[in-house]
């Protein structure tokens, strides 16, 4: 089945059942698909022909939801765009995604305004706000289009920096995009009459799989929130009687930090389970969030390249695991071969929804599928019983001067226990003669705070004196990607002064490190 049947089948069978909830906005599954029928045809009116790229750049709505049906039931190839990528980079990804149109709004036209006339494949630009594509809507038919769509038929490209650390464009057809939203639904037991409260971009590919498509092929309804505080997600819950959470690691470490007294003034026993990916989460925080909330967490490990391999499901569940594989799996050592239960090394995957490849870079796309098993860059290890645990990407891997191998999160872990930290980041910085130098990044809690000394000598009493961070530099909130992920390849950017005792031992705020 493709997309565009998933939403028609949905939408007939109950029309009148809302499907997205944004505020005081909602909209039913009968509207959501008169409206992007009319998306669509106002499209094909437009000129575009089946298979054109059409590039969205759009505010987390309704509208991105309707816009993307649009495009696709129309027969075109969604370009995917986040929207925190500056105009310089907003401008490479259409031009090497050769979109022809542009779906957009007026904030970002602004913003891109110097950057349009220069892109040669780009022959339309659609600002959504303007009355004149509020009028071309109001007269286009709100009937299916007659495109035959097949599910081989490419239907989106996402872009990502991942495997290879530079943005590529991973291209998915209809059948590999609708390939473990079924899975997934089913392994959490979403239901039609649940209430999705989304935290996830659809810009990313679990969310557009997993919480749009998954809740589309149940009938679910889908709360959106545009920005992402604790206290966004609680009013939500109360209001809408959300029944399940998606978001990423770092939200949940927020809404675990919830104090007491703030929880109990929002009824949040509708909540049955949240559901993570995108990151390592840290079993004790997501036990202290499943305690404090009441629910259930469940974990999900996937690739923009190769969607969800890996699902926590109610029969089979273990925090801090992403629960167990659900294609083939091998765990290969740096000379390719499989290492043994227990034993770390990197995840390599076969699956049917697996990407088509990178767009226009086929060298690349041989880096990574081989054979037709996709090697992730990912550490992993699994256990006697199965489960699979998520340990570090290879390139977030800190090597210190001597070699040695630091693992960022058994750092942050650490830190993260301090009673005064809110947030950790641990990463291996160049400071231009020293090679990696591992520095610890913190932020505190609201009105807490701790010395230097005092994480110094918590990594101390916890961890072997390698990993002890060589720097502790404190921020007002750790950098994020758009997703919700620790910003790392921003923080590596960073350069820091040292300061130096006489013998060139490095300090801690001015102070020196004697480890």
Known sequence: ??????????????????????????????ELDAASNSVANALLDLGMRKGDHVAILMSHGPEWVVNYFGVVKGGGVAVLLNTALKAPELEALLRDSDSRILITEKIFLEVLSSVLPCIPSLEHVIDVDADSHIKMLAHSSSSSPTIDIRDDDDASIIYTSGVLGRQKGAVHTHASLMGTPPIVSASIQRRREDVIID?????????????LLGSIITGSAIVLIRDFTPRAVLKAVNREKGNIIFGVPAMYNAL??????????????????????????FPELMKALED???????????LTEISAVSVSTFDSCKLGTVGKPICALKIVDDNGRQVHRGEIGEA???APWAMRGYHKAPELTAQ?????????????????????????KKSFIIVTSSGLKIGPSEVEFVLLSHPSVAEAAYVGID??????TPTAFVAFKEGQHATAEDLYGLCYQNLADFKIPKRIEFLDSIPKTASGKIDRRRLKERRIAWGRSGDGTPMIDGRFITA
């Open 1 to 30: 089945m493709n997309i565009n049947q998933t939403l028609e089948n949905t939408a007939s069978e109950i029309p009148r059942k809302e499907a997205i909830v944004f505020g005081a906005q909602r909209i039913t599954y009968g």
């Open 199 to 211: 935290l996830v971009r659809f810009t990313h590919l679990f969310g557009l799989c997993e919480v």
């Open 256 to 281: 675990a930090m919830v104090r007491d007294g703030i929880l109990r003034r929002y009824d949040l026993s509708s909540l049955r389970l949240a559901v993570t990916a995108g990151a390592k989460s």
């Open 292 to 302: 404090k909330f009441g629910l259930s967490l469940y974990e999900v490990y996937g």
């Open 348 to 350: 390599v995957f076969k």
């Open 368 to 392: 990574v599928l081989k054979d037709g098993w996709f090697y992730t860059g990912d550490l992993v290890r699994m256990d006697d019983e199965g489960y699979l645990e998520y340990m570090e």
């Open 431 to 436: 400071d231009g003669y020293r090679g990696q």
